[in-house]
């Protein structure tokens, strides 16, 4: 299956796009070939392309977007739109499926960046992803699996 996604940057952020697009190819190539993530719908469909968005944006925005689709006033670190696996009327155009979008919080992910900010990126991007794919974490045993898929492609950055 292939991949393809857009980077766009809002609110004047700070970030180059072009650093981060080779390592996003290489953890959506990861992810589409592991065993556990078949599950997906996606790989149940006619499909041969994923395509998604991600946005980057400071924290007044995504704080707005907080507040708007999730009734929670305060900034947060990421934020997913998911337009394939959450709606049972998706469509699949040529064979490709838009997952949705997934928009990350700079000024968010410089406060909680351990080790680099580049790292905490692709790991907002990396649990976006799988968001999209349709795996989330409402139970403890489901965040465990996503954290651990997670950290799993991280490692083969």
Known sequence: MNSS?????QDKVKIVLKNYKPKIKKMLDLMLNIKELKSSIIFKKDINKVRFDISFCN??????????????????????????????????YRKTADLGQIIVSIDTAKRQAKNSLEEEILTLICHGILHLLGFDHLTKKDYDFVVGIQNQILEKL
């Not at 996604?5 to 940057?9: I, N, V, Y």
């Not at 924290?59 to 997913?80: L, S």
Request: proline residues 3%.
């Open 5 to 9: 996604f857009t980077l766009e940057k």
């Open 59 to 92: 924290d007044e925005t995504i704080q707005e977007i907080n507040r708007t689709y999730r009734d929670k006033n305060c900034p947060t670190d990421v934020i997913t739109f998911s337009l394939f696996c959450d709606d049972k009327n998706s469509i699949i």
